[in-house]
C-alpha cells in the first residue's frame, strides 16, 4: 500500500512511496569486513551508526532510494579507499561516451575520480573540465593538464551555465542526496542541442546477497531504466538512447545455474544439484556464445543485465 512520504522522491518529488525493506549498517560494516578486508575507524561507525535505514520505492517514478540518506563524506572515502577498493581505471560505458563526443567539443565532466574518461578525449576536445571534488584526484586531474574545479556542481552551475556541449556523470547519481538538484545543474551548464551523458548502476543486474558498495553510506539510491524517462521529463530534455552493460561470464553462468539447480534440489539434495547446475551452465553458456549474445545486446532483450546502464538526454 502506498504511503504519504515526510521525505519525497528524491528524483520526482512524489510524496508517495513503498518501503520495500530496512538495512542494518552494521551488516554494511561487517560486509565490509568480510568482502573487501575494509574496515572504518570508530569515529566513521559512530557517525553513521548501525542501525536500520529505510528502503523506498517511488509511487511514480519507481527510484529506489535509501532514507534517511546517509551520503557518505571525506572521512568516509578516505578509509573506503584505504582499504580493498580502488577507482575502476577505465569503465564499460566510457567506450558509449567517446563515441558521443564530436571532435572540438567542450567537455565538462563531473566526478571525475582520477580522470580516466578525460585524459581519453582530451586530445580532440577544445576543452575538458572535471569538478571533482576529492582533493587527491583533484591534484592528480591537473598534473594531467586537466583544469579543475572542486565547488560543488550546483553552486559552479549558478555562476559559470551553458558552457558545456556534453556533460557526463559516470557513476555519481546513485552517490548524491539531492538528485533533483544535482541533475538541474548538469542541465544548467549544457548548451541548447547539448547532450548529458549519464552511467548508474543497474539494481536489476544479478547479485548476489548484501553488497555493501550497494548501500548508505556509498549508494544512497538505486536505479533501473524506467528512471531515465523520469529525469527527461524533470530537466525537460530528450532521452536519446537507454544501454545496458551485459553480463560477465561468470554471472551469465551463474544465472542458468541457479535455475537448475532450485529445480533439482529436493529432488536430488544440494551436492549433486550444485555439480549438475555448474555443468549444465557452462554447456549452455560457452565463451564463445556469451561474446556472440553481447555484441548483439540479446542479454537486455532477455532481462538478463550487467552492473552498468548508460543513458543520453538533449537539451531543446
Not at 582530451?122 to 565547488?151: F, H, M, Q
Not at 556534453?166 to 544535482?182: I, K, M, P, S, T
Request: glycine letters at 6%; aromatic letters at 8%; proline letters at 6%.
Amino acid at each position: 500500500m502506498l504511503d504519504s512520504s515526510p521525505n519525497p522522491c528524491p528524483l520526482c518529488g512524489s510524496s508517495s512511496f513503498l518501503t520495500l525493506s530496512h538495512i542494518h549498517l552494521s551488516d554494511v560494516w561487517g560486509a565490509y569486513a568480510e568482502q573487501w578486508a575494509t574496515s572504518f575507524s570508530d569515529d566513521v561507525i559512530a557517525h553513521y551508526g548501525n542501525g536500520p535505514v529505510a528502503l523506498r520505492r517511488c509511487g511514480r517514478c519507481e527510484l529506489e532510494w535509501f532514507d534517511p540518506a546517509l551520503e557518505g563524506d571525506a572521512a568516509f572515502y578516505t578509509q573506503l579507499f584505504t582499504g580493498g577498493i580502488t577507482y575502476e581505471t577505465w569503465r564499460w560505458e566510457f567506450d558509449r561516451a567517446a563515441q558521443r563526443i564530436a571532435n572540438g567539443a567542450r567537455v565538462v565532466e563531473v566526478g571525475s575520480g582520477e580522470g580516466a574518461f578525460l585524459r581519453s578525449v582530451l586530445p580532440r576536445c577544445s576543452s575538458v573540465e572535471a569538478l571533482e571534488k576529492n582533493p587527491r584526484a583533484a591534484d592528480l586531474l591537473r598534473a594531467a593538464g586537466i583544469k579543475v574545479s572542486e565547488d560543488d556542481v550546483r553552486a559552479d552551475a549558478l555562476v559559470r551555465p551553458a558552457r558545456a556541449d556534453v556533460v557526463c556523470a559516470f557513476q555519481v547519481l546513485e552517490h548524491v542526496a539531492d538528485v533533483r538538484g544535482f541533475l538541474s545543474a548538469l542541465a544548467a551548464i549544457v548548451v541548447p542541442d547539448g547532450e548529458i551523458l549519464l552511467s548508474v548502476p543497474n539494481r536489476e543486474r544479478f547479485r548476489r546477497g548484501l553488497e555493501p558498495n550497494d548501500c548508505p553510506p556509498h549508494h544512497l539510491s538505486r536505479w533501473s531504466p524506467r528512471q531515465f524517462t523520469a529525469v527527461a521529463e524533470v530537466l525537460g530534455m530528450e532521452l536519446v538512447l537507454v544501454e545496458y552493460q551485459p553480463p560477465s561470464l561468470s554471472h551469465a553462468r551463474a544465472s542458468r545455474q541457479r535455475s537448475v539447480r532450485t529445480a533439482l534440489r529436493p529432488v536430488t539434495g544440494p551436492r549433486v544439484a550444485q555439480w549438475t547446475g555448474r555443468a549444465t551452465a557452462r554447456l549452455r553458456m560457452p565463451e564463445r556464445r556469451h561474446a556472440r549474445l553481447a555484441a548483439e545486446g540479446r542479454f537486455a532483450s532477455r532481462g538478463e543485465y550487467g552492473h552498468t546502464m548508460f543513458a543520453v538526454l538533449r537539451r531543446a
